[in-house]
């Protein structure tokens, strides 16, 4: 099933369990190499020299709704590995879903330590729902 909208979120609901923090918003999730695949309730984008990139959906995540429109609306949008250590050393961090679109993420806490993301890329981030309106696949 991997790569495909469906109704068992059982991976995602064990995983968000795992806090009860309310000051944390989402969780990354990760495959058993050890790669970004997704967060709990989102797909992930993130900001790496210069060039936004996604995580490729293999053989785990799901390819969501919104990750399809911008990625369609955004061509330049590499979709490859990520890892953890990318994601620590991401200029900014994305969260995209179809209910929420893309919300920029403003602090990352992992393994202890917390990565503030530079917040002058969050109007980038919005311009992800702006590109997937104009496309007529997003109501704003």
Same mark, same amino acid.
């Given at each position: 099933?991997?790569?495909?909208?469906?109704?068992?979120?059982?991976?995602?609901?064990?995983?968000?369990?795992?806090?009860?923090?309310?000051?944390?918003?989402?969780?990354?999730?990760?495959?058993?190499?050890?790669?970004?695949?997704?967060?709990?309730?989102?797909?992930?984008?993130?900001?790496?020299?210069?060039?936004?990139?996604?995580?490729?959906?293999?053989?785990?995540?799901? %390819?969501?709704?919104?990750?399809?429109?911008?990625?369609?609306?955004?061509?330049?949008i590499q979709v490859?590995?990520?890892?953890?250590?990318?994601?620590?050393?991401?200029?900014?961090? %994305?969260?995209?879903?179809?209910?929420?679109?893309?919300?920029?993420?403003?602090?990352?806490?992992?393994?202890q330590r917390e990565?503030?993301?530079?917040?002058?890329?969050?109007?980038?981030?919005?311009?992800?729902?702006?590109?997937?309106?104009?496309?007529?696949?997003? %109501?704003?």
């Amino acid at each position: 099933l991997a790569g495909l909208k469906h109704l068992n979120r059982l991976e995602q609901v064990m995983a968000r369990a795992e806090w009860a923090d309310p000051s944390i918003a989402d969780g990354l999730m990760s495959n058993t190499s050890g790669l970004v695949v997704c967060a709990t309730s989102a797909n992930v984008f993130a900001r790496i020299n210069g060039r936004w990139h996604t995580p490729e959906i293999l053989n785990c995540g799901v %390819a969501g709704v919104m990750r399809a429109h911008i990625l369609q609306a955004n061509p330049q949008i590499q979709v490859r590995p990520i890892s953890l250590t990318d994601i620590q050393n991401a200029e900014a961090l %994305a969260l995209t879903n179809a209910v929420r679109g893309a919300r920029p993420v403003g602090v990352l806490r992992l393994n202890q330590r917390e990565v503030r993301f530079d917040p002058r890329f969050f109007d980038e981030v919005h311009g992800f729902n702006l590109g997937a309106a104009a496309a007529g696949r997003l %109501a704003c």
